[in-house]
């Protein structure tokens, strides 16, 4: 059986978005799978065909990310870039046949408007149009979508079903298992009104080389499993020059052999700011920089150095963020990206560095094992993932054993994010380096 191109599945979610019976269209997408590319060829496919365009996104950086590309894969195609009155375009987005408004009216004979989900619930939002594209649908609340079903006719929804569903500090227990809960996703509460519907799934990662999407797939798509994208010739990453032999150059020198790495600390009960295991993060990042690394890919054949804007550092608390940005400032390397994983879903590097979230904890809290947390922090790199974290966290899943209640009329979570842990942690022990 051969297995479907993008093109294939682009072209089945045009048709079924054009001429199914239903209508909403769900297409799911593995980390790093073309998404955006398949959002874009949608959206110039309707739009050329005469019909206004809706895109919908949930961040203002996704928007921008979105015109950018629209506008570039059909420079004679207009976009419209629906703003607030605070808004600042930056300077790559100011280009031909991009129009920037704050008011919708000024857009009414653009053929595609983009704009943030907040802002297409502006009042002034009255008129339906035929088509709307959903970005990133899995990170939309339900209330949100029904809010929004009044200015379309039909819907493409497409994103990850492996990442982060939509959070919020407010108790939302009162609507557990209730057909409108709110904190469900739009995608999920779309389907479980709308059983037939079944979703398409682009088929392979591009981002992610074999060494990855072998253990991601495993791990957080079960059910779903996908493939790194084949033809894409070699990808390598090596190091031209040799390391002093600790604990910093060993990891990275793994991860170039196999593309993890995983330094694994002494077990202590810390506090969330682990000033060790911080120290031991920015290091390895810098020591990847200052090692020269090399990488060789499809977009880089010949060979390339990882650059500073290429290396990222990813964590799960806010206040560990700002931590290691500090610490970046302290030792001269502030262009390295540091984010939670809620702001790294979407974004790609070359080498990412994370702190495992189970680190030095005392306890495994849902917020911890939400599976779509640890997804996003392992599936960023192009090359290499190196994971920093304490001894003890198997030891701490098996404490914690996943056996929250199933509330009634409430599916199952998966993949159960205890498992998913696991899963994860006994890949990453085949790459260990202990620091003492």
């Given at each position: 059986?051969?297995?479907?191109?993008?093109?294939?599945?682009?072209?089945?979610?045009?048709?079924r978005l054009v001429n199914g019976p239903h209508r909403g269209v769900v297409?799911?997408?593995?980390?790093?799978?073309?998404?955006?590319?398949?959002?874009?060829?949608?959206?110039?496919?309707?739009?050329?065909?005469?019909?206004?365009?809706?895109?919908?996104?949930?961040?203002?950086?996704?928007?921008?990310?979105?015109?950018?590309?629209?506008?570039?894969?059909?420079?004679?195609?207009?976009?419209?870039?629906?703003?607030?009155?605070?808004?600042?375009?930056?300077?790559?987005?100011?280009?031909?046949?991009?129009?920037?408004?704050?008011?919708?009216?000024?857009?009414?004979?653009?053929?595609?408007?983009?704009?943030?989900?907040?802002?297409?619930?502006?009042?002034?939002?009255?008129?339906?149009?035929?088509?709307?594209?959903?970005?990133?649908?899995?990170?939309?609340?339900?209330?949100?979508?029904?809010?929004?079903?009044?200015?379309?006719?039909?819907?493409?929804?497409?994103?990850?079903?492996?990442?982060?569903?939509?959070?919020?500090?407010?108790?939302?227990?009162?609507?557990?298992?209730?057909?409108?809960?709110?904190?469900?996703?739009?995608?999920?509460?779309?389907?479980?009104?709308?059983?037939?519907?079944?979703?398409?799934?682009?088929?392979?990662?591009?981002?992610?080389?074999?060494?990855?999407?072998?253990?991601?797939?495993?791990?957080?798509?079960?059910?779903?499993?996908?493939?790194?994208?084949?033809?894409?010739?070699?990808?390598?990453?090596?190091?031209?020059?040799?390391?002093?032999?600790?604990?910093?150059?060993?990891?990275?020198?793994?991860?170039?052999?196999?593309?993890?790495?995983?330094?694994?600390?002494?077990?202590?009960?810390?506090?969330?700011?682990?000033?060790?295991?911080?120290?031991?993060?920015?290091?390895?990042?810098?020591?990847?920089?200052?090692?020269?690394?090399?990488?060789?890919?499809?977009?880089?054949?010949?060979?390339?150095?990882?650059?500073?804007?290429?290396?990222?550092?990813?964590?799960?608390?806010?206040?560990?963020?700002?931590?290691?940005?500090?610490?970046?400032?302290?030792?001269?390397?502030?262009?390295?990206?540091?984010?939670?994983?809620?702001?790294?879903?979407?974004?790609?590097?070359?080498?990412?560095?994370?702190?495992?979230?189970?680190?030095?904890?005392r306890d495994a809290t849902a917020f911890h094992l939400e599976s779509g947390?640890?997804?996003?922090?392992?599936?960023?790199?192009?090359?290499?993932?190196?994971?920093?974290?304490?001894?003890?966290?198997?030891?701490?899943?098996?404490?914690?054993?996943?056996?929250?209640?199933?509330?009634?009329?409430?599916?199952?979570?998966?993949?159960?994010?205890?498992?998913?842990?696991?899963?994860?942690?006994?890949?990453?022990?085949?790459?260990?380096?202990?620091?003492?």
């Amino acid at each position: 059986m051969t297995m479907p191109t993008v093109s294939d599945v682009v072209a089945d979610t045009i048709d079924r978005l054009v001429n199914g019976p239903h209508r909403g269209v769900v297409l799911d997408s593995p980390p790093g799978a073309g998404k955006s590319r398949a959002v874009v060829r949608t959206t110039v496919h309707l739009a050329t065909a005469g019909a206004p365009v809706r895109v919908v996104a949930q961040t203002n950086s996704q928007v921008d990310d979105l015109v950018h590309r629209v506008a570039e894969a059909a420079p004679g195609l207009p976009v419209g870039r629906y703003t607030s009155k605070d808004y600042a375009p930056p300077d790559w987005l100011l280009r031909p046949g991009v129009v920037i408004r704050q008011r919708l009216r000024d857009l009414a004979d653009v053929p595609v408007v983009v704009a943030t989900a907040a802002k297409w619930l502006d009042p002034v939002v009255e008129q339906r149009g035929p088509w709307a594209i959903i970005d990133e649908a899995y990170q939309m609340r339900s209330d949100t979508l029904l809010r929004l079903a009044r200015i379309f006719e039909r819907a493409l929804f497409v994103g990850d079903p492996g990442q982060l569903d939509p959070f919020t500090v407010v108790d939302v227990e009162r609507w557990t298992g209730l057909p409108w809960n709110p904190m469900q996703s739009a995608v999920a509460a779309m389907l479980t009104n709308n059983p037939e519907i079944r979703p398409l799934q682009l088929p392979h990662s591009w981002r992610l080389p074999p060494s990855a999407s072998v253990p991601v797939s495993a791990a957080f798509y079960p059910h779903v499993p996908f493939h790194s994208a084949p033809g894409q010739g070699p990808r390598r990453m090596w190091l031209p020059t040799n390391g002093l032999g600790g604990v910093h150059d060993r990891a990275i020198e793994r991860a170039t052999e196999t593309g993890w790495a995983y330094v694994e600390l002494p077990a202590r009960h810390t506090l969330r700011t682990d000033a060790e295991a911080i120290q031991h993060v920015v290091a390895l990042a810098v020591r990847t920089l200052e090692r020269g690394t090399m990488i060789e890919s499809q977009d880089e054949p010949e060979g390339t150095r990882v650059r500073s804007n290429r290396v990222a550092i990813g964590a799960v608390h806010r206040d560990q963020v700002a931590t290691i940005k500090d610490e970046l400032v302290r030792v001269g390397h502030s262009d390295i990206r540091v984010d939670t994983a809620n702001r790294l879903q979407g974004a790609e590097f070359d080498v990412v560095v994370i702190l495992h979230p189970l680190s030095g904890r005392r306890d495994a809290t849902a917020f911890h094992l939400e599976s779509g947390r640890l997804c996003v922090l392992t599936s960023r790199h192009r090359h290499a993932c190196i994971v920093v974290g304490r001894a003890g966290i198997a030891e701490l899943l098996d404490a914690h054993p996943s056996v929250d209640p199933i509330p009634l009329n409430t599916k199952p979570k998966f993949p159960d994010g205890w498992e998913a842990n696991h899963s994860m942690l006994e890949h990453l022990m085949r790459h260990r380096i202990r620091a003492t």
